[in-house]
């Protein structure tokens, strides 16, 4: 059974750091790409970032780079996403994902995910 639990989400202040988890089971880690997705109150789900095990290659929204940073630990089949210079525009509930490498790079949440962990949320206070 595929499985994706997220964890690390909280209260931070502006300017703060979190790290996010997404530890995964029941598939073969480097087969697929993991990404990471956002939704705020009353707006669209939004790509954030995205890691292709195998290869390594990462993929961010634009609003993330240089503050966001996804890497993958294999051997313990997790993914991160190190959140740092929080704004409160960052507040959503946060979700990882299983996507088909294919997909990693468009970050669009409607395309190449099969299986969705149930969230974590973020809130970061001004």
């Known amino acids: 059974e595929v499985q994706l639990v997220e964890s690390g989400g909280g209260l931070v202040q502006t300017g703060g750091s979190l790290r996010l988890s997404c530890a995964a089971s029941g598939f073969t880690f480097d087969d697929f790409a993991i990404g990471w997705f956002r939704q705020a109150p009353g707006k669209e789900r939004e790509g954030v970032s995205c890691?292709?095990?195998?290869?390594?290659?990462?993929y961010y929204t634009d609003s993330v780079k240089g503050r966001f940073t996804i890497s993958s630990d294999i051997p313990k089949n997790t993914v991160y996403l190190q959140m740092n210079s929080l704004k409160p525009e960052d507040t959503a509930v946060y979700y990882c994902?299983?996507?088909?490498?294919?997909?990693?790079?468009?970050?669009?949440?409607?395309?190449?995910?099969?299986?969705w962990g149930r969230g974590t949320l973020v809130t970061v206070s001004s």
């Open positions: 890691i292709r095990s195998r290869d390594g290659s990462t």
């Open positions: 994902a299983r996507v088909t490498p294919l997909y990693c790079t468009g970050l669009n949440y409607l395309y190449g995910i099969d299986f």
